[in-house]
């Protein structure tokens, strides 16, 4: 049975029509600070929290709840003969609905130029504890932290006159969700505070869910979509402006696509399949960009992931209609092209902002977690090698920079050829290095004769130079640093291929 309800909320959604609801159903309402000025206002009927501690709030608001008159009501063991004395003695009221939610830090931090002192005001301590010692007692106690449950609680009530302890044990966990995501938020600002790497003892992280998938790589597999808590950002800030819901296949192609298309400050394209580029291109402007990046492989375009670095204009919505898209992402969309492309009933119309590429990169594993920085070091050119007697001509160094930015994105083991603004042709993925040659030459066709070839890590032997000589590529762009590198530099000099090794490498597993 409940007779005595704690009320502290933050977020006041919903809390007045849930007070009046309670104060119906016969439930004496103690509140605190802001929140009993809101229902009070209401007209309902509420009592402070200092008629239970006899004590007021002090200290702007810092010490209201911490006090034995409200934690040994929700602590107390009610069949607990014990407990029941100390109440008696002390004059302690049981409290049998805690409904809490905390002081808002992380919209706090996410605001621009919060200065540490609004941060440190915004860590909520009275709050965490009531939740806790309400979770912690929940055979006796519920504790309702999300203002979503109003509705379910108020109905509960009215149908049972009493939480059932399996909705106790659930808002219990629910509590204790919400009180250790807020504690990684605030522990997480404070690492950035003190300027500890991005590599602690211990990695804290907590995601609050965006949606159900349908399922996840395979209908078999159940999947959702988690963002960061706080501001949302990259993937997590995305606003899908048409279309039938995302699959987690879209979702991992849409961030490999994203992240690509970022590499150049020119207008770009890029088309995704299985996370590697069927084509991507640079062009004086979106349009063109788009349609040399469809032209790289328009049969492997189809039913691609598009992403483009500019905003979709009416041409390039005409073009990107003209073949099924799952996916077009892009800063934004022009009325005109936006209105054409929500003709077509699914393709998803995704908008958001340029990707923040100072993130760790977090890979689950049995037992364990990967965490690794993004690959996002900044090349210097000067520190590039020409090995070759040949070097570069300036179209060739134009080709290979367009390839190298984008062979980091290609999985690993990588090839591109290229030409100074598009995709030739892609090998990705394959087992030994020459094999994903042979896919990318093959796939250039006539068009690798005169072209470049990125390679995301060393040559281990020479075959592949060997490949590229015999398919007509003219300058070889690629790390170095395999005990057979003369091999390769052999063969380049002795077909008059310009060979440049950057330093760098850039697997993509």
């Known amino acids: 049975m409940i007779n005595n309800a704690l009320i502290s909320v933050s977020d006041k959604t919903g809390v007045v029509d849930f007070a009046k609801a309670l104060v119906k159903l016969g439930i004496t309402i103690y509140s605190t600070g802001g929140t009993l000025e809101v229902i009070r206002n209401a007209g309902i009927m509420v009592h402070g929290v200092e008629e239970l501690t006899h004590f007021p709030e002090m200290m702007n608001g810092r010490v209201k709840t911490l006090h034995p008159m409200v934690h040994g009501g929700i602590l107390a063991v009610r069949d607990n003969m014990e407990h029941k004395k100390a109440m008696k003695d002390h004059g302690i009221e049981a409290i049998d609905l805690v409904v809490v939610n905390l002081y808002p830090f992380r919209e706090t931090i996410a605001k621009e130029h919060v200065t540490l002192e609004e941060a440190i005001e915004n860590i909520d301590i009275g709050g965490p504890t009531m939740v806790r010692s309400a979770a912690k007692n929940h055979a006796y106690v519920g504790i309702v932290v999300n203002p979503n449950r109003y509705d379910e609680i108020i ?5 049972h006159g009493e939480i059932p302890a399996s909705v106790r044990l659930r808002l219990a966990k629910e509590a204790f969700s919400h009180t250790a995501a807020y504690d990684v938020a605030i522990a997480n600002y404070m690492a950035k505070q003190v300027g500890e790497q991005p590599l602690p003892q211990e990695f804290l992280g907590a995601y609050e869910k965006v949606s159900d998938l349908r399922y996840g790589e395979n ?41 690509m298309v970022w590499e150049f400050s020119e207008p770009a394209a890029c088309i995704i399949k299985h996370t590697n580029p069927c084509g991507a291109a640079i062009g004086a402007d979106v349009h063109e960009a788009y349609v040399r990046s469809y032209e790289a492989d328009s049969t492997s375009a189809f039913g691609g992931i598009v992403a ?45 902002d340029k990707p923040d590429t100072h993130q760790m990169v977090l890979k689950k594993v049995s037992g364990g977690l990967l965490v690794q920085e993004e690959d996002n070091i900044v090349e210097d050119e000067s520190t590039y090698e020409v090995v070759t007697k040949v070097e570069p001509t300036k179209e060739q160094w134009e080709a290979l920079r367009f390839a190298w930015k984008l062979v980091k994105h290609v999985k690993s083991n990588a090839i591109v050829v290229a030409s100074s603004h598009q995709t030739l042709g892609v090998g990705a993925g394959q087992m030994n290095r020459v094999g994903s040659a042979h896919i990318a030459l093959t796939q250039a066709g006539e068009a690798a004769k005169g072209a470049v070839l990125a390679s995301d890590a060393f040559f281990p032997f020479g075959d592949t130079v060997e490949t590229a000589a015999a398919h007509g590529i003219r300058a070889i762009i690629q790390p170095g640093g395999s005990i057979r590198d003369e091999e390769s530099i052999k063969a380049a000099d002795e077909a008059g291929i310009a060979m440049v090794f950057t330093h760098i490498r850039h697997f993509k597993h």
Do not use: C
């Open 308 to 352: 483009v670095n500019r905003p979709v204009d009416i041409d390039t919505a005409k073009e990107m209609s003209k073949i099924f898209l799952e996916v077009i992402m892009a800063p934004s969309f022009d009325e005109p092209a936006l209105s054409l492309l929500e003709k077509k009933k699914n393709i998803r119309l995704i908008v958001l």
């Open 219 to 259: 209908p078999h597999q159940k999947a959702a979509f988690y963002r960061d808590f706080g501001k949302p950002s990259g993937m997590g800030g995305m606003h899908q402006l048409h279309g039938k819901e995302l699959s987690y296949n879209n979702i991992v192609d849409m961030e490999a696509a994203w992240n």
């Open 155 to 159: 109905h509960i009530l009215q149908e």
